[in-house]
């Protein structure tokens, strides 16, 4: 049985991709009783019926999936963070980034609009920088006028599904008509940031680029941490991951336990105290959110 990617889900059609073919599918009437919705990014086996049309027999375990935009699989987000208009937001960033760790995605973190610094911002933003860096996270700064210097980009997109990911007028649908002028995906990127609960009747689609694939839809839409769990923050500090085991007590969760190691690393700054005291209200946030029922 043939075996392909769901590029593209649209009015109960997948579009399939094996080899260099689409195959226009539907999903196996079982699918509705198991719960079973495939995602665009899904790996399947599939029976052909017709030629370049077939019926998705099964859908393969995911590695990941995201809800908003529904994409499974995904290997890294592009956080586009701007460096002015809106000014650079460590905090933001940070947000970003645990909701991109908790999905267990490769963050990479691009840096816009840098020409539009002062030399006095410039040295923050690069200090900053080298903070991220000293994480163990891959930093790219944008240094064109347009904010849109991709050439820098383009490796890290093979052989990887991608999705673009950060604050809204970063230029995150700019950035994705550029990587690939035949998306024409509108610029009008305040309707999907600020109607969190109101879902876009756009499809979503997987569309090649530099031998990789990059969806087509913003993801991180909405920066909730509902769907993350206490004990799954400190493991999405790289920084502290690392310490953790030299805490005394298993499971430190780094806020009022004696002897713990992350703490003694912030007061040595060996841990940038901003990126703790981002921890901390991320803790308390988790902590004291209202139950889901
Ligand atoms: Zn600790």
Excluded: W
Excluded at 50 to 76: C, H, M, S, T, W
Excluded at 106 to 133: G, H, T, W
Excluded at 172 to 192: A, G, V
Aim: glycine share 6%.
């Amino acid at each position: 049985m043939p075996e392909g990617k769901i590029m593209k889900a649209l009015s109960g059609f997948y579009y399939v991709k094996s080899g260099q073919d689409i195959y226009q599918c539907r999903g196996r009437g079982l699918f509705r009783k198991q719960k079973i919705s495939p995602l665009v990014g899904d790996e399947v086996q599939f029976d052909i019926s017709n030629p370049n049309e077939g019926y998705i027999f099964e859908v393969k375990e995911r590695k990941n999936e995201l809800r908003r935009p529904p994409i499974a699989n995904i290997d890294q987000a592009i956080i586009v963070v701007s460096a002015k208009e809106p000014d650079f937001s460590s905090l933001l960033l940070d947000r970003f980034l645990l909701l991109v760790e908790a999905n267990q995605i490769e963050p990479v973190i691009f840096i816009s609009k840098v020409d539009m610094l002062s030399a006095d911002e410039l040295a923050k933003i690069n200090s900053y920088q080298e903070i991220y860096r000293s994480i163990g996270y891959q930093v790219e700064v944008s240094s064109t006028k347009d904010g849109s210097d991709l050439q820098q980009l383009m490796p890290y997109f093979s052989n990887n599904i991608s999705v673009i990911a950060g604050q809204s007028g970063v230029g995150k649908s700019s950035l994705l008509n550029k990587l690939n002028p035949q998306l024409d995906i509108e610029t009008n990127e305040i309707s999907s940031s600020l109607n969190r609960g109101k879902h876009t009747t756009r499809h979503v689609e997987l569309v090649e680029i530099a031998a990789g694939l990059v969806a087509d839809t913003p993801g991180f839409s909405s920066l909730e941490f509902d769907q993350i769990d206490l004990e799954t923050l400190p493991v999405c500090f790289p920084e502290m991951r690392r310490l953790q085991n030299d805490c005394k007590f298993r499971g430190c969760m780094h806020i009022n336990e004696p002897k713990c190691a992350i703490k003694a690393a912030v007061e040595k700054e060996e841990i940038a105290p901003f990126r703790y005291k981002h921890y901390v209200s991320f803790y308390d946030e988790i902590h004291t959110r209202k139950p889901r029922y």
